[in-house]
């Protein structure tokens, strides 16, 4: 079975410049969760949706960020303008409706320079 | 969601069980034990979960006390590739709650 998709893997774009990461999450799921991870912070929850409604955005750190669920297989966080401070690993989760197992993509790794 | 409170760092010699404690004693009746973990340049991993009784899976043994206060997650014969950040997190179950990520115990395993 395919896990949760994410792209891009790798990013390096410059400061200022638009970024926009995807995700697909594992079929079936409803829930879907957006985290962030820095050496410093650690692992931090930007925001999720359940039933592609976003639910809690308290973690998402200011107005540069964004995210979309515009259906219930894919979803989108974007950052504009990107600043060298959101260099980070970027994971998506997904869970199902019938169970409590939430599980990750790889992560899209990002630099901005 | 209640704190949970882990060693930073362990060792363990290859071939032998690594047990990694975990302090949970705010715990609410309602809220499930959860252990993920994170090898390098991966993304976290679902270990097991549990509420109040023992829990076996083919990944991992984890020991809930009585009073659910604290608990235990037991990688019977750890290998090299079980090196990693191990997490526990203390959920609400159901449908759509979050995790909420501490600092993890890094485990070391050595041969």
């Known amino acids: 079975d395919a896990g949760v998709i994410q792209s891009p893997r790798h990013e390096v774009t410059e400061m200022g410049q638009e970024v926009t990461l995807r995700c697909k999450p594992i079929s079936g799921h409803n829930s879907l969760f957006w985290y962030r991870q820095t050496m410093m912070r650690g692992l931090e929850l930007l925001i999720y949706f359940n039933n592609n409604v976003p639910i809690d955005d308290s973690g998402m750190p200011e107005d540069r960020f964004s995210a979309k669920m515009p259906n219930a297989s894919f979803s989108t966080l974007k950052i504009q303008p990107s600043e060298p401070r959101d260099s980070a690993v970027y994971f998506c989760?997904?869970?199902?409706?019938?169970?409590?197992?939430?599980?990750f993509g790889e992560g899209s790794w990002l630099t901005v320079v | 969601d209640a704190k949970t409170t882990q060693p930073p760092s362990m060792d363990c010699a290859e071939g032998r069980a690594a047990n990694l404690p975990c302090n949970h004693s705010?715990?609410?009746?309602?809220?499930?034990v959860y252990w993920y973990r994170q090898i390098h340049s991966q993304g976290p991993q679902y270990i097991i979960h549990?509420?109040?009784n023992n829990e076996t899976n083919e990944m991992a043994s984890l020991i809930i006390t009585e009073d659910r206060k604290s608990s235990t997650l037991i990688l019977p014969h750890a290998t090299l590739r079980d090196t990693a950040v191990y997490y526990c997190i203390v959920r609400v179950g159901g449908y759509g709650n979050k995790l909420v990520f501490g600092a993890g115990t890094i485990l070391r395993v050595k041969s």
């Open positions: 549990g509420l109040k």
């Open positions: 705010t715990i609410s009746g309602n809220e499930y």
């Open positions: 989760a997904s869970s199902p409706t019938a169970g409590n197992t939430i599980y």
